[in-house]
């Protein structure tokens, strides 16, 4: 394949070996906000090459094979590859998806996307600016990174979403009928915000602002949690919080702010 990289087996892997934990449609919810992201649709529909990195798939690929089949509802061709820092967790590729050793240098690929989900939950806050410098370099230009965490059923899910120049999103999307508030999703927080949701943190004030407006839309409750959850973001909205505004019926519940509303007060 001329002018296409492929991992790089002389490349030292960057990073720590994680617990590896995964399941079946674990990220399914942010699967989901991807293929209907905009950003990340035109990107990747663009992109001369379009190849994909799933970084740190864990002990069982089966997330990946699943990030490669709904990315292709956006295009046909797209390439996969499965990055693991254990060589234990390598296995051989399938279904147009391959699997190689490599940590946040990428193995010397230089994807358009990288989803980089419950790795950096695992390492200390303090590491995550180096995380992202490393694999943002690694970029293809216009490239994206989703930096996310969720729970172990996939019913809650937060991610970063990312380009060279930095942080541009954070995305909340919930089981509408498992998660009672918001602020259940405080738990689940990527690693650059979850120790800042304390008072004073522009964090802590959105999920508060999130807890009263889904309290105040308890009247819609009859019509089930999702037509709730419309009324509580429309309050949010007219509160002055820049929440996402989605054309489209969602299956989730989901509240998707710049990351400018949220960014960490001091980020040292």
């Not at 991807?34 to 035109?42: E, Q, R, S």
Request: proline letters at 9%; charged letters at 25%.
């Amino acid at each position: 394949m001329a002018g296409r990289t492929a991992p790089h087996s002389l490349t030292r892997p960057v990073g720590n070996i994680t617990r590896g934990t995964t399941a079946v449609n674990r990220l399914r919810r942010s699967d989901r906000r991807l293929i209907n992201d905009d950003l990340v649709a035109d990107r990747l529909a663009c992109a001369p090459d379009p190849l994909v990195v799933d970084l740190g798939y864990g002990a069982s690929p089966w997330t990946t094979f699943e990030l490669a089949a709904r990315l292709r509802t956006i295009r046909a061709d797209v390439r996969v590859v499965g990055l693991e820092i254990d060589p234990q967790r390598v296995v051989p590729g399938r279904d147009g998806v391959t699997f190689a050793r490599g940590g946040f240098e990428l193995a010397g690929l230089r994807p358009v996307l990288v989803r980089a989900f419950n790795v950096l939950r695992q390492y200390p806050e303090s590491a995550v600016p180096d995380a992202w410098s490393t694999i943002l370099a690694g970029l293809a230009p216009g490239g994206l990174l989703v930096d996310g965490t969720c729970d172990e059923l996939g019913r809650r899910c937060a991610w970063i979403l990312l380009d060279r120049d930095g942080p541009r999103s954070l995305t909340l999307a919930w089981d509408p009928f498992t998660v009672e508030r918001p602020s259940d999703l405080a738990e689940r927080l990527p690693k650059a915000l979850i120790h800042r949701n304390v008072p004073g943190e522009p964090i802590h004030a959105l999920l508060a602002a999130a807890d009263r407006a889904w309290a105040h839309a308890a009247p819609m409750a009859p019509f089930g949690p999702r037509v709730r959850w419309r009324a509580a973001a429309q309050a949010l909205r007219a509160e002055g919080f820049p929440i996402r505004p989605y054309r489209r019926r969602l299956r989730d519940n989901v509240l998707s702010v710049p990351w400018s509303a949220v960014a960490p007060l001091d980020p040292s």
